[in-house]
């Protein structure tokens, strides 16, 4: 199977079972990352907002062992969190793999920091 197919299937794993909720709506606070369970394979609900499914998408591309990258961006001046693998963009807010040409191009995506390949790797500012 083909990167783009892959990541596609892994997109719509998540997608599929992802319902949208803020932070403040679930935990009563501003901003919480939350890590899918240990033994997650993309057949569990998600409830989170983009960050949470950035990192849903992220378990699987490991268990996939495709590189991938988390990408703090603005959109009209407010924060979201995508994941980046070889161009191709996981995001919560479209329903289909996106390149990431297409969202700064036509979407008014800001990257700002991108993180490093694996965890507790650094992030990097982009501006």
């Not at 709506?25 to 409830?47: A, F, L």
């Not at 907002?49 to 699987?60: K, W």
């Not at 996939?64 to 994941?83: F, N």
Request: proline share 3%; aromatic share 12%; charged share 30%.
């Amino acid at each position: 199977m083909d990167l783009k197919s892959q990541l596609s299937l892994i997109h719509s794993k998540v997608y599929s079972r992802f319902t949208y909720e803020t932070d403040m709506e679930q935990y009563h606070v501003v901003d919480k990352w939350v890590m899918p369970p240990d033994n997650y394979d993309g057949t569990s609900r998600i409830v989170g907002d983009c960050e949470d499914f950035a990192l849903a998408c992220r378990s699987l591309c490991n268990d996939a062992k495709l590189q991938s990258r988390l990408i703090y961006c603005t959109i009209d001046d407010q924060g979201h969190c995508v994941l980046e693998c070889e161009g191709w963009v996981l995001d919560c807010r479209f329903p289909e793999l996106v390149d990431r040409d297409y969202l700064q191009a036509h979407e008014r995506y800001i990257w700002k920091r991108i993180s490093g390949y694996n965890a507790g790797d650094p992030w990097y500012t982009i501006e």
